[in-house]
């Protein structure tokens, strides 16, 4: 069993954790993973240009298997028009085919 | 020196790790990376729905490149067969183009 | 606004990401993504073929969004060509389409 889906990639700030996947559930992902990221092009690094040592992983990579374009599209479209007025963050898609899956 | 790859990511739980490195060894995969991931779909947020603050980061995410489609299968197939049925994980594969690579 | 992309992924051992953030920056990307990383193929497992407890998360994965291929191959060619010699260390391109992205 092998199907193709679009994996939509959000890079922000921790905070929006919960709201975030709250979205995602409304949109009826069945699921999303989590990791801690840091980097530039994010408030940690503003002032310095260099990412700052003390909490280096402010900002959160979440990753969520769609099973079309579309809903992918409308996750990110209201996680931009919600949050990415006042944080930052960015939004990507990329191919991905699924092939095995199990969760409980 | 260009070659096309497929990337083999798993994401599971972190008690697995020593098994399926064994497998990916014994596939004939160079390397792979480990980063420690969280999320839905997963144990940790099975009974409330939120992700548990202890221990969020209990899943971990692999990523295999391998040298062609065929590989990546035998691993995927291999990981499922033996863990999916009692631990969650998923497994996808996405094109990827390796441009350089130096490992000791 | 949708734009085609490259994103370059490059995983390497940490202690080299401030010399790598200062060719991004110089190449002209926004930014990029750091997540820590372990896994094989890497200087910490070559002695036991296990990775090493202590610190086990020793390597970095970066993840560059760049507007096109000759920007990502510019910089994955100055990286490899100062440090693989030296390190361990990959890097490769995958597709990925920009969907919504607002940094400070």
């Known amino acids: 069993m092998t199907q193709q889906t679009s994996k ?25 993973t989590v990791v801690a990221a840091g980097g530039k092009g994010s ?11 003390g ?21 990110s479209d209201e996680v931009a028009a919600r949050f990415f007025d006042d944080y930052s963050g960015i939004t990507y898609i990329c191919d991905a085919e699924v092939l095995h899956a199990h969760t409980f």
Do not use: C, H, M, W
């Open 55 to 75: 909490d280096f992983y402010s900002n959160i990579k979440i990753e969520i298997l769609t099973a079309n374009r579309e809903i992918a599209l409308r996750i």
């Open 8 to 32: 939509l990639v959000i890079v922000t700030e921790k905070l929006l954790l919960k709201k975030i996947a709250k979205i995602i559930d409304e949109a009826g992902a069945t699921g999303y």
């Open 43 to 53: 408030r940690n690094v503003r002032s310095s240009g260099q990412p700052t040592v």
